[in-house]
């Protein structure tokens, strides 16, 4: 490859701090700061900070807001990096723009999801150690954590890093002070007949691999709920498919948006055209679609043949202290239901439109991820308990937002360091 | 090279997953103080090692350079 000349740009606007940048940052700085303060008060007093209390005795819930964001990170993780892996199994080449936007979503989510995990526990030290050392394969969680956050994170790096060489090896070929970064990224990559098909080779295992990877494990998110046979709410067999498709919802939502800001603010309206939105509002229809019908069907048995604290806690749900936040993702699910079905039918696809239908996937996807967390604590005991409530603590509200406030900050500094968008075939002659 | 290396990676990543899940924290064990711990205190960090080392394998295959001469 051949070196650019001095003061060549480097592309999609990497390493411009402009403005608009700098405020998105700032903003994104101070939530993390906020939750950073938040988690040390909860670390000096305790879980006692927190909203959380013993189920029954105490009548709380002991999962509450961090778990319900453990489970929807992780499902937007899952979205990420299976549309990456999809795209190259398939030959998708029209969606291959947004890939590397998967695999980085991938990875902040798993990293958000880890972290929120880490914050649920009283003692983060000890469940870091422990779960290493004594952690039991009968449990879903030695899924959750073996293969979810850490299998699934390093396969994600992997991915991210191997498909990214040949843009490093593009970026290095101009003088600036990421040179080095890039070439040590490329790690010698220069492109040839032969490095571009070992790299399609390498792509293609790592894509069969993963793929089965993410569905097991993010089943197994699902298995820690719906295989606990003494919780109403939870004892479903649907719980597994219903996590994996509500995970493919909100990654591909959330992935439409981050596409839209992408296409708008590091000027790559010719990648990310159109023809990329309608495709991922058209998968995001059939998501949805699927996902409405295993909420039906989970509706239906609870409510025709459930047994009395099933049918209670369905109560609860459908008209009792849930009730707004059950009917307020429903509708959020249907709105955007009705504005895919639009698009798609009278095929005039509007990208606002589909960023809307992203966004209101993803605040469904956080009430639903809540409504399966919370209410079979607090309204599904099997023992005489009277019912419970959780209402999480400022705090709690305050550590989420941090950790938004992180995945904002890492994506917005990854944009100022490496193009978010793969770059074109032909920046790169080949054998060059 | 490169391929035998990238092969033996790959099966060995797969065997250490499967010995340290079956034969080290055996599942299987459902009764008694047994099934409380794996039988072997780190048989979870070795599972880990084992994912990692399929994957670390793609790594390998696209890093390490052509054989002289090819």
Known sequence: ?432 | MRNVLTVLMVVVGFALQAISYFALAAPWVTTGVASGEPRVVGAPVLFIAGVVLVFLAAVVYELLPEKRGR
């Open chain 1, 1 to 432: 490859m051949s070196a650019n000349a001095p003061g060549t740009p480097l592309p999609q606007g990497i390493g411009r701090i402009t403005p608009g940048w700098l405020t998105i940052v700032g903003l994104a700085a101070v939530a993390v700061a906020l939750g950073i303060y938040a988690y040390s008060l909860e670390a000096s007093e305790g879980l006692v900070a927190t909203g959380l209390r013993d189920l029954g005795t105490m009548g709380g819930a002991t999962w509450g807001l961090y778990v319900t964001f453990v489970v929807y990170f992780g499902g937007v993780a899952f979205g990420g990096v299976t549309l990456a892996a999809l795209i190259r199994l398939l030959r998708l080449d029209e969606l291959r723009p947004i890939g590397r936007l998967g695999q980085l979503l991938t990875v902040v989510a798993l990293l958000l999801a880890a972290i929120a995990i880490l914050v649920d526990l009283g003692q983060p030290l000890r469940g870091l150690v422990n779960l290493f050392l004594y952690a039991r394969p009968q449990s879903p969680f030695f899924g959750t954590f073996t293969i979810v956050l850490s299998g699934y994170l390093f396969a994600s790096l992997v991915y991210l890093y191997l498909d990214g060489r040949r843009d490093a090896a593009i970026c290095a070929r101009t003088p600036s002070r990421l040179r080095w970064l890039y070439r040590l990224w490329a790690a010698g990559y220069g492109d040839s007949p032969g490095e571009r098909a070992r790299h399609r080779r390498a792509s293609f295992w790592l894509a069969v691999a993963i793929v089965p990877l993410l569905v097991v494990a993010t089943s197994t998110l699902g298995f820690v709920f719906g295989l606990q046979a003494g919780r109403p709410g939870w004892y479903s067999a649907v719980q597994a498919p219903a996590f994996v498709t509500l995970a493919g919802v909100s990654g591909v939502g959330l992935l439409i948006v981050l596409a839209a800001v992408v296409r708008r603010v590091a000027g790559s309206e010719d990648r990310l055209g159109l023809n990329v939105f309608r495709r991922l509002g058209g998968l995001l229809l059939g998501l949805v679609l699927v996902y409405l019908f295993l909420l039906a069907t989970e509706l239906f048995t609870a409510t025709y043949t459930g047994e009395v604290v099933e049918r209670r806690l369905t109560e609860a749900l459908l008209w009792g202290e849930f009730a707004g936040i059950f009917w307020a993702a429903l509708a959020f699910f249907l709105l955007s239901l009705a504005l895919l079905l639009w698009q798609a039918l009278t095929r005039r696809w509007s990208i606002p439109l589909l960023v809307v239908a992203g966004l209101l996937v993803n605040l469904a996807a956080i009430g639903k991820r809540y409504l399966i967390v919370v209410p079979s604590q607090t309204h599904g005991q099997l023992l005489p308990y009277p019912e419970g409530s959780y209402t999480p603590a400022l705090g709690e509200f305050a550590v989420i937002a941090g950790l938004f406030g992180l995945g904002v900050l890492l994506i917005a500094l990854f944009m100022k360091v490496f193009p978010i968008v793969e770059l074109p075939e032909e920046e790169v002659p080949a054998g060059a």
